[in-house]
Nanobody, 121 residues
Framework: QVQLVESGGGLVQAGGSLRLSCTASGIIFGINTMGWYRQAPGKQRELVATITRGGDTEYAESVKGRFTISGDNAKHTVSLEMNSLTPEDTAVYYC???????????????WGQGTQVTVSP
């Protein structure tokens, strides 16, 4: 019903920048919240940043001031600009869309396949 496709991961040196993008597809009338989560090896998946349909944002403390999330309601996209990356940011980053209004009703908790971000020292 809802497919999320991420792009933009890769390998970067510490201090560098990357931009992740995610597009939701399907018969979508609207998305309440989109965001990014990450999971490092041996750790639980954690919130990185979210943005609501109204533009309200939330960030993990560890990324505040370095990462910026943005969204386009009309295109059903969300992006994450990541600056001043450190090796601690290394993880698989997952796009999330919550409470998606579709032709079959509200879909809760859709996930992308993940994109690897690796930051070398």
């Amino acid at each position: 019903q809802v497919q999320l496709v991420e792009s933009g991961g890769g390998l970067v040196q510490a201090g560098g920048s990357l931009r992740l993008s995610c597009t939701a597809s399907g018969i979508i009338f609207g998305i309440n919240t989109m965001g990014w989560y990450r999971q490092a090896p041996g750790k639980q998946r954690e919130l990185v940043a979210t943005i609501t349909r109204g533009g309200d944002t939330e960030y993990a403390e560890s990324v505040k001031g370095r990462f910026t999330i943005s969204g386009d309601n009309a295109k059903h996209t969300v992006s994450l600009e990541m600056n001043s990356l450190t090796p601690e940011d290394t993880a698989v980053y997952y796009c999330n869309a919550d409470r998606v209004a579709t032709s079959r009703g509200i879909v809760v908790g859709s996930w992308g396949q993940g994109t690897q971000v690796t930051v070398s020292p």
